[in-house]
């Protein structure tokens, strides 16, 4: 059975400014990405981005491939013990209000 864990995410800078005074754009642009914790396009889905490129956790288009690799911004390990990975079942999970028990779109 899996063993879940949880890698909080922790953001270098928590406000713009904190960012260097100097407008160091290396400085600035390293701190935008691993403020990106999440990215979404046609070809994938991912969380927490490297400088390298690399991703916490990225999805292919159709759920069936993922990669992991240790992420900036979770300092966590690949995820599923290896860098690349099939996906063997996916739990989708859509939330609702407390209050009306209508769900949130």
């Known amino acids: 059975s899996p063993e879940p864990q949880c890698w909080k995410w922790k953001p270098e800078v928590t406000s713009l400014d904190e960012l260097d ?4 754009s290396a400085s600035m642009s390293n701190s935008a990405l691993s403020m990106q914790f999440m990215v979404g396009k046609e070809t994938f889905i991912s969380m ?13 288009e159709d759920f069936t491939r993922g990669d992991s690799a240790p992420a900036k911004g979770f300092n966590n390990p690949p995820l599923p013990g290896v860098s690349n990975f099939q996906v063997g ?10 209050i009306d028990g209508k769900t949130i779109e």
């Open 21 to 24: 005074d100097e407008g160091d």
């Open 48 to 60: 927490g981005g490297n400088e390298n490129g690399s991703c916490g956790l990225r999805f292919n």
């Open 89 to 98: 079942a996916v739990e989708v999970y859509q939330l609702v209000s407390s």
